[in-house]
């Protein structure tokens, strides 16, 4: 293969990625946004998505012409990050919380490369009022209640080198930043069941989460729930929290998960 056409495969390379990206972003998009945003040639977007589309990536609503991506992306994604098993296990318990509760309810992992937590499952609130999340979004570990129950239950070097590689930026004015008030809380939450965030990351949201261990007794996951504070300091919040706690119990031995 000669270096020009080593170039153009992986130029084409990035230009699929692009129009994945660009879908992945908006959502739903049509040819002349995607192919701004993917910064290409109408032509040229049109051609990609056309293979993306015979391939099963990328679907077309007939009556806008809008392309989006299909469950085929998702389920590649979370094949590669092996959340298969955990989601099909975590998902009954989760439509239950939700049925129960009617608040939004996240399943999360932690991508320890970047220190931020990956939403790969959830049921939404059905309040208009709540947390706005899409499946594969990110976050910063340390300020939501997902990340904080799994960084608690990461070995002590790990979580010390994942922390010094990061910086503990404010996304709220109540974010902790303080590396030394984070391990104090981190340490807490690594002897209960429970993990809190009080408008962390978003003002106006409070989260709390437990950890979901797997066979090996490594937390993988974490289940939350998703309340706005204007309702968060309820009793039957601390209803909610014990029905969670459950749920997260039986996801993990359902996962085999025997606790010592």
Not at 44 to 70: C, D, H, I, M, W
Request: proline letters at 3%; glycine letters at 4%.
């Amino acid at each position: 293969m000669t270096s020009d056409m080593k170039v153009d495969n992986v130029t084409a390379v990035l230009k699929v990625i692009a129009i994945l990206e660009g879908l992945d972003a908006v959502g739903e998009s049509s040819l002349a946004d995607l192919s701004q945003r993917a910064v290409m040639s109408k032509s040229t977007a049109y051609r990609f998505l056309q293979t993306l589309k015979n391939l099963g990536y990328v679907t077309q609503n007939p009556e806008s012409e809008k392309y989006r991506l299909t469950m085929k992306v998702f389920v590649l994604g979370s094949s590669a990050l092996g959340n298969v098993d955990l989601i099909k296990t975590a998902d009954p318990a989760m439509a239950s919380l939700s049925k129960l509760t009617r608040e939004a309810v996240h399943l999360g992992t932690l991508d320890t490369s970047t220190a931020e937590v990956v939403y790969v499952h959830k049921y939404n609130s059905h309040f208009n009022l709540c947390m706005h999340t899409r499946i594969g979004d990110r976050s910063p570990a340390y300020t939501n209640s997902i990340g904080k129950a799994l960084l608690a239950h990461l070995p002590q070097n790990q979580l010390d080198t994942l922390l010094q590689n990061i910086k503990l930026e404010p996304r709220t004015e109540k974010t902790v930043t303080s590396e030394q008030v984070l391990k104090k809380e981190l340490s807490s939450i690594a002897k209960s069941e429970l993990s809190e965030d009080l408008e962390e990351m978003d003002e106006g949201v409070c989260c709390f989460a437990t950890p979901i261990f797997d066979h090996n007794g490594k937390a993988i996951a974490a289940l939350s729930m998703s309340i706005p504070s204007i309702r968060y300091h309820q009793e039957i919040t601390n209803e909610y929290k014990k029905i969670l706690i459950e749920a997260g119990r039986n996801i993990s031995e359902n996962l085999g998960y025997a606790k010592k």
